[in-house]
């Protein structure tokens, strides 16, 4: 392996999503780096349909506060469904909640623990910054939602080789009215997601809760690719 496949074999694989962040905010130039990192990303014939929102300071502040009041409202407005069917992609997702609530030491019949941890995530975890990322009505929204999940991918990693930290949140997706007129967003530029940055608190015991991946075996079909799959 050379060694810029080695470096980028360990930074894809350290990367992590803390759920606990430090109040450091990162510098104008650290953000802006991430940035242009993140453009670099591919796209169907390079249309770059994403439209971010960075988010800090009062503005970060205002918007928490909004969310956290339309939680307590009932208010959603997601813009797109989360439905994780009734097979296994519903039985990760409650493994990755057992993980999460274990992680806090909340009981499953701790009802009033388990809205905070939703809280939280509205508090974005503290994170002193916040991107939001939308997308515009492009035909069924598949191919600009791909685009998005690898601009937010470059985001993630460009953090990750700077010292920072971040953390995907659909939750934040859920609120979307709230999001746009927070912010002052166009009806017709929808969220799909945000991503809560900066430095992770190591001495959080959800710094790293280590979610794991599922082997290979499991979603790789290899046609006349011979060996890849063979145990090491």
Do not use: C
Not at 146 to 157: H, S
């Amino acid at each position: 392996m050379s060694t810029t496949a080695s470096l980028f074999t360990e930074l894809v694989r350290v990367r992590h999503s803390p759920r606990q962040f430090r109040p450091t905010p990162l510098s104008p130039a650290d953000i802006r780096g991430v940035l242009e990192d993140a453009q670099t990303a591919p796209s169907n014939s390079n249309t770059q349909p994403w439209t971010v929102h960075v988010v800090s300071g009062a503005a970060r502040d205002a918007l928490s506060k909004e969310l956290l009041k339309a939680y307590e409202d009932g208010r959603d407005s997601a813009d797109f469904t989360g439905d994780y069917g009734d097979g296994v992609y519903l039985e990760r997702s409650y493994q990755h909640g057992a993980r999460v609530y274990g992680a806090r030491g909340i009981a499953h019949s701790d009802m009033e623990g388990r809205h905070e941890v939703i809280r939280e995530n509205l508090r974005f975890y503290d994170a002193p910054h916040v991107a939001l990322l939308f997308m515009p009505q492009l035909g069924d929204g598949v191919r600009t939602a791909g685009d998005i999940g690898m601009y937010a991918q470059n985001f993630l990693l460009s953090l990750t080789a700077r010292g920072f930290h971040g953390i995907p949140q659909a939750v934040l997706g859920v609120y979307a009215d709230t999001v746009r007129a927070s912010l002052g967003v166009r009806d017709d530029l929808k969220l799909l997601f945000g991503i809560s940055f900066g430095i992770g608190d190591k001495t959080s015991p959800m710094y790293d809760i280590g979610m794991g991946r599922i082997p290979l075996q499991q979603s790789v079909v290899l046609h006349d690719t011979p060996g890849v799959l063979d145990e090491q």
